[in-house]
């Protein structure tokens, strides 16, 4: 690296320094605020209600998603309310005739508010929602078959 083991003591002290350091991201709105905006995001959604979507979701949201190899994602995160409603929208739209029965349900996923999508029992994909600020900031979507099946079995257990 071509770097003195001075400076190099000197660069890991400093970083030592600033992790042991406080530092909150932001503070997390309440769960109730959670899950509040994500029902709303869902019922945009379910009503086709684009003024909504917008409303919900972060200027500079991004989706994440992850296929495992096994199923198509979108193989890189979308940054952008713009790029992120696009996806959601023509989602929403072509759903129905590849799944019947297609709808939603809100959940926790992992500590933080999400959402489940369902055709009739078989469980499609997971949305786990970073809330942030009031919006909707981060989505990220699991569709891996494999993941899924261990999801699908937890939430019929809680049924």
Known sequence: MDKSATYCRQIFH????????????FTPP???AQQHLVERFLA???HGEMQALVDVLAQDVTWWADGGGKVYAVPYP?????QVLRLWSGLLRKSPSWYPDLHFTSA????TAG????????LLSVVSCEVTDKHISSLYEVVNPDKLVYIQRQARRSL
Not at 108 to 111: E, K, S
Request: a positive charge; charged letters at 25%.
């Open 78 to 82: 979308l940054h952008g309310r713009e």
């Open 14 to 25: 400093q970083a030592k320094a600033h992790l042991g350091e406080s530092h909150a991201r």
């Open 108 to 111: 926790v996923v992992n500590g």
């Open 115 to 122: 959402i489940l999508v369902w055709s009739k029992e078989t």
């Open 30 to 32: 309440s769960k109730e």
């Open 44 to 46: 945009a959604s379910q």
